[in-house]
């Protein structure tokens, strides 16, 4: 272990007190939001806009965080050689992962049969409640998709707030200062400046974290209390405990043949857990992500680019509950589905999963793209799980965040871009993060 992480680990400072700690202030608001949501709907539904201008407050702020990062990471490489072995192994990574996502949400749904024993008459079904979703869902084809990548100018990215595009734009400006080598300094320079600027920013922001969360969760209880489940509880349990599965199964055995512990991975990560747990959205947690896993070891050359990028293609959770969802829809309307059927939704979903990412009820729209290619699934059907799509958006953006942090150290060091002692020190509590007080390229604060 290197000297400085020792002699940081020996000056180590004074524990913060408990009201001056993010993760603690979350998890009290979770709680009395569950609280008021239970014990008051009415009142608990109208703390709604607490969690929405939260998560707009953040959602402002991240096409520059993304913007900044993105171009800081790969400009530093200096290297098209270096920028395209990291994006070719993490296309891979990202495809295997979603992929694997995709297909065990198919196979439980076989198995689990959520929706056997519904017996829905789709005539009943109200298909206004999914026309707006259906809307969205047209403009994902192929093509649509390809053409959205390309904004029109470079501030429509931003002003829009289109995470593909944004990354396209990052990509395109890092790459040319990663060519530009010495000349670039004073570029890369400002960049960097600019990154610490914005993160100053997301720094002040998050101790809004708490209401925004409170707000969230008691709208959440209070709009969709576990009484109003009924019939959906199976499919939302079966939902949940999916994801549990993966996420040890799966993502714990990539982190151990990695060299570390989920568990302790997990933890590092808490504050940002509570806070995309708190308002369902993974955007929430992205700022705060990007942070902790640079402070972990990983260079920002990685964290600048996989990261946003796996915010897009790596959508663990969104997978799983898209291949699930599509079959409960047919069970629950006796819809009979061929084998030849059940690949068509796994092979669409392949490309629907990545195109709606950034848009607003984004997995949703997503399922009601996929079940298009299959006409005898009625698409009226989703109304079934349109009024418990929130709680299920819990489990699918953490699933999101943690395979995107998971991302970040893994393929860093399968490029030689982790420093595995400073991991292993911060996992293990020697090496503190101060709470969203980044300093970049600076010493770790202890």
């Keep these: 272990m290197s000297v400085s992480i020792a002699a940081g680990a020996g000056a180590r400072r004074k524990s913060k007190p408990l009201y001056k700690d993010l993760s603690i202030l979350v998890l009290v608001a979770i709680v009395l939001g569950t609280l008021l949501g239970a014990a008051d709907p009415s009142l608990a539904i109208a703390m709604q806009p607490l969690g929405t201008v939260f998560i707009k407050m953040i959602r402002c702020v991240i096409g520059l965080v993304i913007f900044f ?41 076989n198995l689990a049969q959520p929706g056997a024993g519904f017996n829905v008459d789709p005539a009943s079904l ?28 470079v501030l429509e990215a931003f002003v829009k707030g289109d995470i593909l595009a944004v990354i396209f734009v990052s990509v395109l400006f890092g790459c040319v200062l990663a060519r530009m080598g010495e000349s670039g300094r004073l570029m890369r320079e400002f960049v960097d400046a600019g990154a610490k600027w914005v993160f100053g920013a997301i720094n002040v922001l998050m101790w809004a974290a708490p209401l925004g969360v409170f707000g969230a969760m008691a709208f959440t209880v209070g709009r969709f209390g576990i009484a109003s489940l009924g019939p959906l509880v199976k499919l939302v349990v079966v939902f949940y405990l999916t994801n549990i599965a993966f996420l040890v199964v799966v993502f714990g055995a990539i982190a151990a043949l990695s060299g570390f512990s989920l568990v302790k991975f997990l933890v590092y990560l808490k504050e940002e857990i509570l806070i995309v747990f708190g308002t369902s959205s993974s955007d929430a947690g992205l700022p705060g992500l990007m942070a902790k896993l640079e402070h972990l070891g990983c260079t920002k050359s990685v964290v600048g680019f996989i990261v946003p990028t796996s915010y897009i293609f790596n959508t663990v959770g969104s997978c799983i509950y898209m291949t699930m969802a599509a079959l409960f829809v047919a069970q629950a309307t006796n819809t009979e589905l061929t084998f030849m059927q059940q690949v068509a939704i796994f092979a669409v979903a392949i ?37 418990i799509d929130r ?25 030689g871009e982790l420093d595995v002692d400073r991991m292993h020190a911060v996992l293990d509590g020697e090496l503190k993060f101060a709470d969203y007080r980044v300093e970049r390229n600076a010493s770790p604060q202890v």
């Design 69 to 109: 990062t993105v171009v800081s990471g790969i400009g530093s490489m200096q290297s098209m050689g270096r920028v395209g072995r990291l994006g070719g192994v993490a296309l891979v990574y990202f495809l295997a992962l979603s992929t694997l996502a995709l297909l065990v949400g198919l196979a439980v749904g």
């Design 126 to 153: 109200d298909a206004k409640a999914v026309a707006a979703y259906a809307g969205e869902a047209r403009k994902m084809g192929v093509v649509e998709f390809l053409m959205n990548i390309v904004p029109n100018t």
């Design 351 to 387: 490309l629907t999963s990545k195109g709606a990412s950034g848009v607003t009820g984004a997995s949703f729209i997503a399922l009601v793209a996929t079940l298009a290619i299959v006409p005898t699934i009625p698409v009226a059907g989703m109304a079934l799980i349109l009024g």
């Design 391 to 415: 709680i299920m958006s819990e489990a699918r953006a953490l699933m999101n965040m943690i395979g995107s942090g998971l991302a970040a150290p893994v393929l860093a060091r399968l490029q």
